[in-house]
Protein backbone atom coordinates (compact mmCIF):
# COMPACT_ATOMS: atom_id res chain seq x y z
CA UNK A 1 0.00 0.00 0.00
CA UNK A 2 3.08 2.63 1.03
CA UNK A 3 4.57 4.44 -2.30
CA UNK A 4 7.81 4.33 -2.44
CA UNK A 5 8.25 8.03 -2.34
CA UNK A 6 6.82 8.24 0.96
CA UNK A 7 8.97 5.01 2.43
CA UNK A 8 12.06 6.51 1.52
CA UNK A 9 11.51 9.01 5.07
CA UNK A 10 13.24 7.53 7.78
CA UNK A 11 10.61 6.10 9.93
CA UNK A 12 11.31 8.30 13.21
CA UNK A 13 10.74 11.59 11.14
CA UNK A 14 7.45 10.64 10.01
CA UNK A 15 7.01 9.36 13.80
CA UNK A 16 8.11 12.72 14.94
CA UNK A 17 5.74 14.61 11.97
CA UNK A 18 2.79 12.82 13.14
CA UNK A 19 3.17 14.32 16.61
CA UNK A 20 4.22 17.53 15.12
CA UNK A 21 0.60 18.07 13.36
CA UNK A 22 -1.25 16.44 16.46
CA UNK A 23 0.63 19.38 18.60
CA UNK A 24 -0.69 21.98 16.07
CA UNK A 25 -3.99 20.36 15.35
CA UNK A 26 -4.82 20.86 19.58
CA UNK A 27 -4.71 24.87 18.75
CA UNK A 28 -7.53 24.23 16.40
CA UNK A 29 -8.98 22.01 19.45
CA UNK A 30 -8.61 24.44 21.91
CA UNK A 31 -10.95 26.79 19.64
CA UNK A 32 -13.24 24.33 19.15
CA UNK A 33 -13.80 24.15 22.60
CA UNK A 34 -14.03 27.67 23.27
CA UNK A 35 -16.99 28.38 20.59
CA UNK A 36 -18.51 24.97 22.21
CA UNK A 37 -18.53 23.10 18.68
CA UNK A 38 -18.84 19.86 19.82
CA UNK A 39 -18.81 18.17 16.56
CA UNK A 40 -15.43 19.39 15.67
CA UNK A 41 -14.31 19.20 19.09
CA UNK A 42 -14.61 15.44 18.68
CA UNK A 43 -13.26 15.11 15.24
CA UNK A 44 -10.62 17.53 15.60
CA UNK A 45 -9.96 15.42 18.73
CA UNK A 46 -10.25 11.88 16.73
CA UNK A 47 -7.62 13.30 14.63
CA UNK A 48 -5.51 14.37 17.04
CA UNK A 49 -5.27 10.33 18.88
CA UNK A 50 -4.50 8.72 15.25
CA UNK A 51 -1.72 10.76 14.93
CA UNK A 52 0.00 10.42 18.80
CA UNK A 53 -0.96 6.85 18.29
CA UNK A 54 0.38 6.44 14.96
CA UNK A 55 3.20 8.45 16.08
CA UNK A 56 3.75 6.58 18.86
CA UNK A 57 3.58 3.21 17.18
CA UNK A 58 5.78 4.05 14.50
CA UNK A 59 8.27 5.17 17.18
CA UNK A 60 8.42 2.00 18.69
CA UNK A 61 8.69 -0.10 15.94
CA UNK A 62 10.69 1.78 13.61
CA UNK A 63 8.10 0.80 10.80
CA UNK A 64 5.37 1.52 9.11
CA UNK A 65 2.44 -0.92 8.27
CA UNK A 66 -1.12 -1.27 6.08
CA UNK A 67 -2.80 -0.42 9.86
CA UNK A 68 -0.76 3.00 10.45
CA UNK A 69 -1.27 4.10 6.96
CA UNK A 70 -5.22 3.17 6.92
CA UNK A 71 -5.47 4.90 10.18
CA UNK A 72 -4.13 7.96 8.63
CA UNK A 73 -5.92 8.08 5.76
CA UNK A 74 -9.37 7.55 7.22
CA UNK A 75 -8.74 9.63 9.95
CA UNK A 76 -7.36 12.74 7.76
CA UNK A 77 -10.21 12.55 5.23
CA UNK A 78 -12.72 12.35 7.36
CA UNK A 79 -11.69 15.20 9.55
CA UNK A 80 -11.54 17.41 6.26
CA UNK A 81 -14.68 16.33 5.18
CA UNK A 82 -16.84 16.90 8.74
CA UNK A 83 -15.04 20.22 8.68
CA UNK A 84 -16.11 21.45 5.13
CA UNK A 85 -19.28 20.22 6.00
CA UNK A 86 -19.47 22.19 9.32
CA UNK A 87 -17.88 25.51 8.20
CA UNK A 88 -18.47 25.76 4.92
CA UNK A 89 -15.42 27.81 2.50
CA UNK A 90 -13.71 28.53 5.95
CA UNK A 91 -12.44 24.99 5.96
CA UNK A 92 -12.03 24.03 2.14
CA UNK A 93 -8.71 25.07 1.91
CA UNK A 94 -7.55 22.23 3.61
CA UNK A 95 -8.84 19.80 0.71
CA UNK A 96 -6.22 20.94 -1.17
CA UNK A 97 -3.45 19.75 1.05
CA UNK A 98 -5.29 16.52 2.06
CA UNK A 99 -5.77 15.63 -1.72
CA UNK A 100 -1.75 15.52 -1.80
CA UNK A 101 -0.98 13.64 1.61
CA UNK A 102 -3.74 11.12 -0.28
CA UNK A 103 -0.98 10.65 -3.22
CA UNK A 104 1.99 10.85 -0.73
CA UNK A 105 0.49 7.35 1.52
CA UNK A 106 -0.37 5.78 -1.49
CA UNK A 107 0.38 4.13 -4.97
CA UNK A 108 -0.48 6.18 -8.17
CA UNK A 109 -3.30 4.11 -8.69
CA UNK A 110 -4.88 4.04 -5.57
CA UNK A 111 -4.02 7.10 -4.81
CA UNK A 112 -6.49 8.61 -7.80
CA UNK A 113 -9.14 6.17 -6.33
CA UNK A 114 -9.50 7.70 -3.04
CA UNK A 115 -8.84 11.24 -3.92
CA UNK A 116 -11.26 10.75 -7.02
CA UNK A 117 -13.75 9.53 -4.10
CA UNK A 118 -12.71 12.59 -1.52
CA UNK A 119 -12.64 15.54 -4.69
CA UNK A 120 -16.42 14.29 -5.27
CA UNK A 121 -17.53 14.33 -1.57
CA UNK A 122 -16.06 17.59 -1.16
CA UNK A 123 -17.79 18.90 -4.31
CA UNK A 124 -20.92 17.41 -2.81
CA UNK A 125 -20.56 19.21 0.11
CA UNK A 126 -19.85 22.48 -1.27
CA UNK A 127 -23.08 22.25 -3.47
CA UNK A 128 -25.21 23.24 -0.17
CA UNK A 129 -23.21 26.48 0.25
CA UNK A 130 -21.34 27.69 -2.83
CA UNK A 131 -23.12 29.24 -5.82
CA UNK A 132 -22.99 27.39 -8.88
CA UNK A 133 -19.92 29.53 -10.18
CA UNK A 134 -17.90 28.86 -7.16
CA UNK A 135 -18.41 24.84 -7.21
CA UNK A 136 -17.49 24.97 -10.83
CA UNK A 137 -14.24 26.67 -9.27
CA UNK A 138 -13.71 24.37 -6.29
CA UNK A 139 -14.53 21.14 -9.35
CA UNK A 140 -11.76 22.61 -11.86
CA UNK A 141 -9.09 23.79 -9.18
CA UNK A 142 -9.62 20.50 -7.75
CA UNK A 143 -9.18 18.18 -10.66
CA UNK A 144 -6.14 20.17 -11.84
CA UNK A 145 -4.70 19.36 -8.51
CA UNK A 146 -5.79 15.74 -9.00
CA UNK A 147 -4.40 15.09 -12.47
CA UNK A 148 -0.79 16.73 -12.20
CA UNK A 149 -0.23 15.35 -8.48
CA UNK A 150 -1.41 11.78 -10.03
CA UNK A 151 1.12 12.02 -13.39
CA UNK A 152 3.94 13.61 -11.08
CA UNK A 153 3.13 10.33 -8.50
CA UNK A 154 3.32 7.73 -11.60
CA UNK A 155 6.73 9.69 -13.04
CA UNK A 156 7.99 9.27 -9.17
CA UNK A 157 6.97 6.10 -9.17
CA UNK A 158 8.84 5.04 -12.35
CA UNK A 159 11.96 6.51 -11.22
CA UNK A 160 12.01 4.92 -8.38
CA UNK A 161 11.46 1.70 -10.06
CA UNK A 162 14.32 2.28 -12.61
CA UNK A 163 16.87 3.40 -9.52
CA UNK A 164 15.46 0.28 -7.52
CA UNK A 165 16.58 -1.77 -10.69
CA UNK A 166 20.34 0.01 -11.02
CA UNK A 167 21.41 -0.26 -7.67
CA UNK A 168 20.29 -4.02 -7.50
CA UNK A 169 21.74 -5.11 -10.68
CA UNK A 170 25.50 -5.65 -11.51
CA UNK A 171 26.19 -3.68 -15.09
CA UNK A 172 28.61 -6.12 -16.35
CA UNK A 173 26.58 -9.59 -16.48
CA UNK A 174 23.09 -7.96 -16.14
CA UNK A 175 21.94 -10.33 -13.36
CA UNK A 176 21.37 -9.64 -9.69
CA UNK A 177 24.22 -8.18 -7.13
CA UNK A 178 25.13 -8.15 -3.47
CA UNK A 179 22.73 -5.52 -2.48
CA UNK A 180 19.89 -7.59 -3.91
CA UNK A 181 21.01 -11.14 -2.69
CA UNK A 182 20.87 -9.74 0.96
CA UNK A 183 17.18 -9.07 0.57
CA UNK A 184 16.61 -12.33 -1.06
CA UNK A 185 18.62 -14.69 1.58
CA UNK A 186 16.74 -13.28 4.40
CA UNK A 187 13.21 -13.81 2.45
CA UNK A 188 14.49 -17.42 1.37
CA UNK A 189 15.66 -18.65 5.08
CA UNK A 190 12.33 -16.48 6.49
CA UNK A 191 9.97 -18.79 3.74
CA UNK A 192 11.91 -21.82 4.71
CA UNK A 193 11.44 -21.84 8.52
CA UNK A 194 8.09 -20.77 7.89
CA UNK A 195 7.22 -23.79 5.71
CA UNK A 196 9.40 -26.58 6.73
CA UNK A 197 10.66 -26.30 3.11
CA UNK A 198 14.65 -26.92 1.69
CA UNK A 199 16.72 -24.09 0.57
CA UNK A 200 20.37 -24.30 -0.54
CA UNK A 201 23.23 -22.03 -1.77
CA UNK A 202 25.57 -22.64 -4.81
CA UNK A 203 28.63 -20.57 -4.79
CA UNK A 204 30.46 -20.26 -8.33
CA UNK A 205 33.68 -19.42 -8.43
CA UNK A 206 36.13 -18.98 -11.68
CA UNK A 207 39.42 -20.90 -11.40
CA UNK A 208 41.56 -18.65 -13.68
CA UNK A 209 40.26 -14.93 -13.91
CA UNK A 210 43.41 -13.45 -12.86
CA UNK A 211 45.68 -15.33 -15.40
CA UNK A 212 42.94 -14.76 -17.70
CA UNK A 213 43.03 -11.08 -17.23
CA UNK A 214 47.30 -11.18 -17.22
CA UNK A 215 47.20 -13.31 -20.41
CA UNK A 216 44.62 -12.49 -22.69
CA UNK A 217 43.43 -8.47 -21.27
CA UNK A 218 40.56 -7.34 -18.86
CA UNK A 219 38.33 -7.31 -22.49
CA UNK A 220 38.85 -11.22 -22.54
CA UNK A 221 38.18 -11.36 -18.45
CA UNK A 222 34.77 -9.26 -18.81
CA UNK A 223 33.67 -11.90 -21.08
CA UNK A 224 34.77 -14.65 -19.37
CA UNK A 225 32.51 -13.13 -16.39
CA UNK A 226 29.68 -12.90 -18.85
CA UNK A 227 29.83 -16.39 -20.44
CA UNK A 228 29.99 -17.76 -17.07
CA UNK A 229 26.85 -15.94 -16.16
CA UNK A 230 24.94 -17.19 -19.51
CA UNK A 231 25.92 -20.69 -18.99
CA UNK A 232 24.95 -20.64 -15.37
CA UNK A 233 21.24 -19.52 -16.26
CA UNK A 234 21.17 -21.84 -19.03
CA UNK A 235 20.65 -24.55 -16.16
CA UNK A 236 18.43 -22.17 -13.68
CA UNK A 237 14.55 -22.37 -12.79
CA UNK A 238 12.20 -19.77 -12.46
CA UNK A 239 12.37 -19.78 -9.35
CA UNK A 240 16.24 -19.87 -8.78
CA UNK A 241 18.23 -16.44 -8.54
CA UNK A 242 21.88 -15.56 -9.73
CA UNK A 243 23.71 -12.86 -8.14
CA UNK A 244 27.58 -11.83 -8.97
CA UNK A 245 28.37 -11.15 -4.98
CA UNK A 246 32.03 -10.37 -6.68
CA UNK A 247 34.72 -10.36 -9.03
CA UNK A 248 35.31 -13.61 -10.19
CA UNK A 249 32.03 -15.01 -7.74
CA UNK A 250 27.99 -16.03 -8.20
CA UNK A 251 25.88 -17.45 -5.98
CA UNK A 252 22.44 -19.37 -7.19
CA UNK A 253 19.66 -19.45 -4.47
CA UNK A 254 17.92 -22.40 -5.43
CA UNK A 255 14.33 -22.50 -3.01
CA UNK A 256 12.55 -25.49 -2.17
CA UNK A 257 16.18 -27.57 -3.03
CA UNK A 258 17.69 -30.40 -1.01
CA UNK A 259 21.29 -30.25 -0.90
CA UNK A 260 21.59 -33.13 -2.97
CA UNK A 261 19.70 -31.88 -6.12
CA UNK A 262 21.64 -28.08 -5.34
CA UNK A 263 25.16 -30.79 -6.04
CA UNK A 264 23.65 -31.96 -9.39
CA UNK A 265 23.20 -28.55 -10.19
CA UNK A 266 26.47 -27.65 -9.60
CA UNK A 267 28.03 -30.29 -11.53
CA UNK A 268 25.67 -29.48 -14.39
CA UNK A 269 27.13 -26.44 -14.29
CA UNK A 270 30.68 -26.86 -13.85
CA UNK A 271 30.35 -29.03 -16.82
CA UNK A 272 29.07 -26.78 -19.28
CA UNK A 273 31.76 -24.15 -19.07
CA UNK A 274 34.02 -25.82 -22.18
CA UNK A 275 31.10 -24.39 -23.96
CA UNK A 276 32.10 -21.04 -23.34
CA UNK A 277 31.99 -18.47 -26.21
CA UNK A 278 35.49 -17.39 -25.97
CA UNK A 279 38.83 -17.35 -27.96
CA UNK A 280 40.66 -20.01 -28.80
CA UNK A 281 42.95 -21.18 -25.69
CA UNK A 282 40.83 -19.31 -23.37
CA UNK A 283 40.05 -22.00 -20.20
CA UNK A 284 37.63 -21.32 -18.03
CA UNK A 285 36.24 -23.49 -15.63
CA UNK A 286 34.47 -23.32 -12.04
CA UNK A 287 34.63 -24.13 -7.80
CA UNK A 288 31.55 -24.49 -6.78
CA UNK A 289 30.63 -24.74 -3.13
CA UNK A 290 27.29 -26.16 -2.11
CA UNK A 291 25.14 -25.73 1.28
CA UNK A 292 21.53 -26.55 2.67
CA UNK A 293 20.13 -23.92 5.44
CA UNK A 294 20.27 -25.85 8.63
CA UNK A 295 17.74 -25.25 11.75
CA UNK A 296 20.78 -23.34 13.10
CA UNK A 297 22.28 -21.46 10.18
CA UNK A 298 21.88 -17.72 9.63
CA UNK A 299 22.61 -16.06 6.93
CA UNK A 300 26.31 -15.64 7.80
CA UNK A 301 26.54 -19.03 9.17
CA UNK A 302 25.33 -20.29 5.68
CA UNK A 303 27.16 -17.93 3.56
CA UNK A 304 30.36 -19.44 5.10
CA UNK A 305 29.52 -22.97 4.89
CA UNK A 306 29.05 -22.55 1.20
CA UNK A 307 32.25 -20.49 0.99
CA UNK A 308 34.19 -23.25 2.80
CA UNK A 309 32.99 -26.09 0.50
CA UNK A 310 33.88 -23.92 -2.32
CA UNK A 311 37.65 -23.43 -1.05
CA UNK A 312 37.89 -27.75 -0.66
CA UNK A 313 36.79 -27.98 -4.43
CA UNK A 314 39.39 -25.27 -5.42
CA UNK A 315 42.58 -26.91 -3.16
CA UNK A 316 41.14 -30.17 -4.94
CA UNK A 317 42.05 -28.86 -8.48
CA UNK A 318 38.61 -26.89 -9.36
CA UNK A 319 36.73 -27.69 -11.84
CA UNK A 320 34.45 -29.55 -9.59
CA UNK A 321 31.91 -28.93 -6.93
CA UNK A 322 31.95 -30.05 -2.90
CA UNK A 323 29.35 -30.35 -0.72
CA UNK A 324 28.63 -28.76 2.89
CA UNK A 325 27.38 -31.38 5.05
CA UNK A 326 24.53 -30.56 7.50
CA UNK A 327 25.57 -30.74 10.88
Excluded at 89 to 102: G, H, R
Excluded at 138 to 143: D, E, G, H, K, Q
Amino acid sequence: MLSSAFTRFPPLAIARLCLLVALGLMLFEWMHWQTRNWLMFSAVGGMILVLIGCGVWIHRHRELNHGVILSLLLGGNATILLAIMDAGAETLIWAYPMVAVNFALLRAHQGIIINGVFTLLVIGLSVSWASPIEVLRISLTLMILLIFLHLYSLQTAHQQQLLNQIACTDPLTGVSNRFAMEDELKSAIDHSRRYQTPVSLVLLDMDRLKQINDEFGHKVGDRAICETARLAQTRLRRTDRLFRIGGDEFLILAVSTPQDQALVLARDICALMPQALLPEGVPLSLSCGVAQLSATDQMDSWMIRTDQAMYQAKQAGGCQARLSELS
